[in-house]
Structures are given as structure tokens and as C-alpha cells.
RNA sequence: GGUUCUGUAGCUCAGCUGGUAGAGCAAAUGACUCUUAAUCAUUGGGUCCAGGGUUCGAAUCCCUGCGGAACCA
């Protein structure tokens, strides 16, 4: 199905036919040899290096035209950014026949074509350093035009901000949109330096099941699926926990994974439905130990990412560097509500919340009504890195009971500019508590909780051979992203967030 | 799920209390051999998201649906 042309798209298509009639592909099978980046070539060439850069060919998309009739200049974008081109009719067409200039050069080309040009630097009498054009090749014919972005002195004028045709067309956004790129390519440092510092200090990255027969490992709601030669419901995975630690128990010191989870929640602008934690853990340490650890990690990581510990959001400076403030759950509600709660039922926790004004259902037992108080009235205040630590044991059923105060487990969350970023725990590694723990999350969910988890028996199998005391985390890595690129919308910050589908001629 | 905002040319946007559409960039044609948001001249380009309704007449007002965003739950 085939939706009427626009005016553009039919000429373009017109030139694609001109160009073959010509004898020239405009999709090219053999490979070109590009010897520089347009980076290279502004940072390297100078009067001194000029004999460097005397033949030097080079290939990108044609971004800007000026014309000044017998003599052009072109703005070529690469990977690694823009430089300007000039090309002259008689030097590219030394003899009678101009075709190659006035007809492929000016009317052929078009703005988003790639080409290939070999051709020697120079600077230009305005001083900007560019490349002198001595032959170009046809790359690939763009059938479609790009958005008309343009940019001065950094101001980017006709910058396409429509976010729809932003995320579902996220190639053209990159291709237009000075920074998207620059965004995601310092996600991936940020990536990369995590990886580093884990492998550096002995962490194994391993694989574990997306597909999963039982959907463990925290409290969500899940996709399911169907598998056909099995005949067997299949879950996509909301965590990996279990998987991880099922390793721990046979043998390996410290695994990590980079855990693409999906969870069939809503949808707003920290919660896509496909997202990823990093989760690790490391025998023989505890969460006091993870904390350490975790607060190096991250000052590591925002340097590696943006060159310093600090990062703005939102007009707010969060600095990464260690150490973290640290403060209990319950302190942190005292702090903000002035009440105090350690001790309470859940009848108590009921009137909280009412006199705090926060919404609860029948469904919900002690640690979510916990869960609501902080979430709804003290999360916000905790912009700097905070961990809130010793959790109540209800809401935290994977968990070990705390080595001094009752009712309470060794966890804790951090949170970043009111938003948590990373949960952990010295694990529960006594089987017989977890198989307790499991139960109660049963009754929460005879209960109407949708999201409690169910029992597995096989990773309480492994647990009962014996799992070493360990540390645990998981580490929101898009909210962390967001966090370090300055984005508020997690849109911002996956290539392709989850859309309507739409329908595309 | 609720409330509000939003959808007009390839892109960014204007379009008043209703009289069937405009600008800049992009495109086409022409001029220009160091321009840089190049410049100058001329020209073309629209299912005004879709479907109903009100009206002599709807991009505009009303309703429903579809897409997007924000806030709330």
C-alpha cells in the first residue's frame, strides 16, 4: 500500500531514474575507503599537518548546500559531526562536458544523500577548515526529505520538537537533531564504565532466562506468553534475581547482568514497558558493603560519563560524588510527616494515612501502606544521593532480617532528585525463612494484590543447598541515564520508547 | 482510568468574534568561482488527523473516534 507521494518525494524519485539513465548506481555495492572522520580532519588539519591531509576522502550525508554557481560549498555530516565541503565545475569537470557538475552535482543531489568525495584539506578565507573536492561518488539516493534543521553559533534554528515524530522516527531525530546522538552515545559510556568497574574488580556478566516459567524477583505485573511445542504459559521476565542468585549458589563470587525487564504497568515519563537493571551480587559481602561500593561506582561512572561528578537536571545540580547521606525508613517519615511509625500495626499505619491524606485499599498489608507514606510524602525531598535504609520486613520479601532491630530487613534504596535509582539487600539465604516469606506474599495476593510474587520451588531447591551471604542491587540504568544526560523523560533516553502503533504507508 | 492541552505544506509555525488557507526553511527554474541560518528573482506544493453535527457557509463552534503531551489517580 502505497500512500500518494508528496511533491518532493515524486521529484526525488525522478532524479533516482536520471541518475540511473546516467549510468550512475545510486546504491552502490563495492565498499568506499573513507580514510578520515570529518572530527579528524577539523582537529588534525592545520598548516603545519597540511601535507597529511593531501589526498583524503571521506563520506557522509549531505546536511547544507550554498551555491554560488560555478562553485559550491556543502556541509557533510559523519558520525562524528559536520564539516564543509568546496567544489568547483572545473576542476571536476576539467573537459567540454559539465554533466557531472551541473546535472549530478546541482540538480541531482539532494540534502540527505550520501556521497563519498576524495579531495585534499584546506582553509577557507573565513577561516573555517574544510575539504577541497577532487572527484565524489554517489552513496545512497535519499527518496525522502529530512526536516530543514539549520544551526548558528549553537543556536539550532527549525529544530523538529514535534516528540511524536521524534521517537517513532528516532533515525531522522538522530540524523537532524544536533545532541540526540550525543545523548545516547554518553549512555553508552556510562554503560561501559559500569562494565568496568565490575569486571575490574572481579564481576562475571552473565545471561539469564527473559523467558521464564515462574516471574520472580519482584513485585509486577507481568506480559505472558505462549509456548507452542511446550503448550506452557511463558512470562517475560520482570527481574532476573532469581536467576542470578541461583548462580551464586553454585559457586560463582560475582555476576551481573545488564536485565532487559518488562513489566505490563502504565506508561508516563519514568516507566516504559521494556526497561533495563543492573543487577548484581557478590558473595560473602553485605549491604553495608554495597553501599561503599555502590557510591564509588556511581562517582566512577559520572566521570566517565561527562567528565565530572555533577550533572544538571532540570535546573538542579545532583553531584555524584561519594560518600551518600544515609537515613532510615522510618526516620525519613518521622523527618517529613512527624510521625513516628516503628512501632506501629497495620490499624496505625491505616489512621497515617489518613490524617496525611493518602489514598489506601483494602488490599494492601503493612509494607505497602509503608511504601505509600514514603513514596507519597518524603521521596520528593531527597534530591543529593540519599540511601534510605532498614526497610520493614513486609515489603521486602527476598530479604535478610536485620542482624539488630527486629521487624526490620538489611535494605536499602537510593534515591536521586526524589526518584529511586537502585535497591539492595543482603540477600535471604535461609531457605526455610523464604519459603515463609514466599507464603505471606501468597496470602497478599489471595488478597487481591496482583503484584505479590509467587513461590518458586526450584530456586528454594537451590537455595537449600546453600547460598554464601551475599549483597544484591539492581540499578535502574534508564533512570540513571536520565540522571546524567540532563533528560526528564525516559522517551529521551531509549532509542525507541514504546509507541501506539501507527499506521505507516 | 480522570482532567487539561494538542494535531494546518517535507519541517517549524501563523491563521481574530465562522466567509473553503499563509510565512520562513526545504523543493523547482534562473543568476552568482570563498559561502556558512549564503544571497537575489520567479514558481509549484495542502484529505487543515478522521467521521458526524450546527450553519447559507466550518481549519475555526459542538460531539465521537484516532494519535501525541502534561498533570492527577
Same mark, same amino acid.
Given at each position: 500500500m502505497q500512500a500518494t507521494l508528496s511533491e518532493q518525494e515524486v521529484i526525488r524519485r525522478e532524479k533516482l531514474a536520471e541518475l540511473k539513465a546516467m549510468g550512475i548506481d545510486p546504491y552502490p555495492a563495492p565498499l568506499y575507503n573513507i580514510t578520515h572522520t570529518a572530527q579528524q580532519i577539523k582537529q588534525g588539519y592545520s598548516e603545519e599537518t597540511k601535507d597529511e591531509y593531501k589526498e583524503i576522502s571521506i563520506a557522509g550525508r549531505i546536511m547544507s548546500r550554498r551555491d554560488m554557481g560555478k562553485a559550491n560549498f556543502a556541509v557533510l555530516q559523519d558520525e562524528t559531526g559536520t564539516i564543509q565541503i568546496y567544489i568547483k565545475r572545473d576542476e571536476i569537470?576539467?573537459?567540454?562536458?559539465k554533466s557531472l557538475f551541473d546535472?549530478?552535482?546541482?540538480?541531482?543531489?539532494?540534502?540527505?544523500d550520501i556521497i563519498g568525495i576524495k579531495g585534499y584539506g584546506f582553509i577557507t578565507k573565513t577561516g573555517e577548515t574544510s575539504v577541497h573536492v577532487q572527484s565524489f561518488t554517489v552513496m545512497s539516493k535519499a527518496l525522502r526529505p529530512l526536516p530543514s534543521v539549520k544551526e548558528k553559533d549553537g543556536e539550532v534554528f527549525n529544530e523538529v520538537t514535534d516528540l511524536e515524530f521524534k521517537y517513532r522516527q528516532r533515525y531522522a531525530d538522530l540524523i537532524v537533531n544536533p545532541g540526540v546522538r550525543d545523548t545516547f552515545t554518553r549512555i553508552t559510556k556510562m554503560k561501559n564504565a559500569i562494565r568496568s568497574f565490575l569486571n575490574e574488580r572481579g564481576g562475571l556478566e552473565v545471561d539469564t532466562p527473559v523467558l521464564q516459567s515462574i516471574p520472580g524477583g519482584a513485585l509486577a505485573r507481568p506480559f505472558i506468553t505462549h509456548h507452542n511445542a511446550l503448550d506452557i504459559p511463558l512470562y517475560l521476565r520482570i527481574a532476573n534475581e532469581l536467576y542470578l542468585k541461583r548462580l551464586i549458589v553454585g559457586g560463582f563470587p560475582w555476576v551481573y547482568e545488564f536485565s532487559r525487564n518488562f513489566r505490563n504497568e502504565g506508561m508516563d515519563?519514568?516507566?516504559?514497558?521494556e526497561f533495563t537493571i543492573l543487577e548484581f551480587y557478590v558473595a560473602y559481602k553485605d549491604y553495608l558493603w554495597m553501599m561503599e561500593t555502590t557510591e564509588q561506582m556511581l562517582e566512577e561512572t559520572a566521570i566517565a560519563t561527562n567528565g565530572v561528578s555533577t550533572s544538571v537536571i532540570d535546573g538542579v545540580e545532583i553531584d555524584f560524588k561519594a560518600p551518600y547521606k544515609r537515613i532510615s525508613i522510618y526516620d525519613a517519615i518521622k523527618e517529613h510527616?512527624?510521625?513516628?511509625?516503628? *512501632?506501629?500495626?497495620e490499624a496505625g499505619l491505616r489512621e497515617v494515612c489518613k490524617s496525611l491524606n493518602i489514598q489506601v485499599d483494602g488490599t494492601m498489608g503493612k509494607g505497602k501502606l509503608v511504601d505509600e507514606i514514603f513514596g507519597g510524602k518524603c521521596e520528593k525531598h531527597y534530591v543529593q544521593p540519599t540511601f534510605i535504609i532498614d526497610y520493614p520486613v513486609e515489603m521486602s520479601p527476598l530479604t535478610k532480617k536485620h542482624r539488630e532491630k527486629e521487624?526490620?530487613?538489611?535494605r536499602f534504596e537510593l534515591i536521586i532528585n526524589g526518584k529511586e535509582i537502585a535497591n539492595a539487600y543482603?540477600?535471604? *539465604?535461609d531457605p526455610i525463612d523464604q519459603r515463609e516469606r514466599f507464603e505471606e506474599q501468597l496470602k497478599n495476593m489471595e488478597r487481591g494484590d496482583d503484584e505479590a510474587m509467587f513461590i518458586d520451588n526450584d530456586f528454594l531447591r537451590a537455595l537449600e543447598y546453600g547460598m554464601p551471604p551475599t549483597a544484591g542491587i539492581g540499578i535502574g540504568i534508564e533512570r540513571l541515564a536520565m540522571l546524567l544526560t540532563g533528560n526528564v523523560s525516559i522517551q529521551d533516553v531509549l532509542f525507541f520508547p514504546q509507541m501506539r502503533p501507527e499506521n505507516v504507508a
Open positions: 569537470c576539467p573537459g567540454e562536458d546535472t549530478v552535482w546541482k540538480r541531482l543531489l539532494d540534502l540527505g515519563r519514568t516507566h516504559n514497558p510527616t512527624g510521625f513516628d511509625i516503628s *512501632n506501629m500495626d521487624g526490620l530487613v538489611e543482603s540477600e535471604l *539465604n
